[in-house]
């Protein structure tokens, strides 16, 4: 397995590019090949989250996002481009649509922001470059994430917020808003990178406010001044990426 890191990557863009002329599309596809998430393209990923096997395979257009769980049905929860469905020991079970909603959409989310910033530049994603901030003494571009309704999901709603470093475009942090069940705000904080195969993943540690009516856009300054509460930690465990041809 090799691991490495893109430096002569980022030597370019540094030389082609000064930090005035960068838009919200340059930013980010400068961070979507920082990152070499165009690889995921055509690859199979699997890794481990709490306790739980996921399994991504993409080739040709055609995506298959897996979770196995650990149990004595070898069930198996499968994504693909024409659907939801659920195997147990190898045949497809039946699900109430609510249920099934529920898991594909967990799924869903797991593979999402593993594969961060991958998908940034699907057809129903809308960016916007807002005011650049420093967070710990670092320069970042920030960039607002929004959904059009066609093609985003049942929760196009959602904003998202992302901190690209502008020393290396790496993506350090990311906050969401969103509205089902009761709806909130999350702020995560990147940590343990790591480069797999040209494929670069992180950890994150996981934030809310403490207060819960707050202007989301100032989520930056609260983190800075100490005034989240850390949640959980987002960790992934036993990675491993096979590129496919």
Request: overall charge negative; charged content about 30%.
């Amino acid at each position: 397995m090799k691991i490495y890191f893109p430096f002569l990557f980022l030597l370019l863009i540094s030389c082609n590019h000064t930090k005035t002329d960068f838009t919200a599309q340059k930013i980010i596809d400068n961070a979507v090949e920082t990152a070499g998430a165009d690889l995921y393209e055509n690859a199979e990923v699997t890794f481990t989250f709490r306790n739980i096997i996921y399994k991504s395979v993409r080739q040709n257009k055609q995506f298959s996002l897996q979770r196995i769980l650990p149990d004595t049905l070898n069930t198996i929860d499968i994504l693909t481009n024409e659907g939801f469905y659920r195997l147990q020991k190898s045949e497809r079970v039946s699900l109430p649509d609510s249920l099934a909603f529920r898991y594909m959409e967990s799924v869903n989310s797991v593979h999402y922001f593993n594969q961060l910033p991958y998908g940034l530049n699907d057809p129903a994603v809308q960016k916007k470059l807002l005011p650049s901030v420093s967070i710990k003494g670092k320069d970042y571009f920030k960039v607002e994430i929004t959904f059009s309704e066609e093609g985003g999901g049942v929760d196009f709603e959602d904003i998202f917020l992302y901190w690209i470093s502008k020393d290396d475009f790496t993506v350090d942090y990311l906050a969401y808003q969103f509205f089902t069940n009761e709806g909130g705000i999350r702020f995560r904080e990147s940590y343990n990178p790591r480069v797999i195969e040209g494929i670069r993943f992180v950890d994150y540690k996981n934030f809310r406010p403490k207060e819960k009516d707050i202007d989301f856009y100032k989520i930056d300054e609260l983190f800075e001044n100490d005034e989240l509460v850390e949640l959980s930690l987002i960790e992934t465990e036993k990675i491993t990426v096979r590129l496919l041809k």
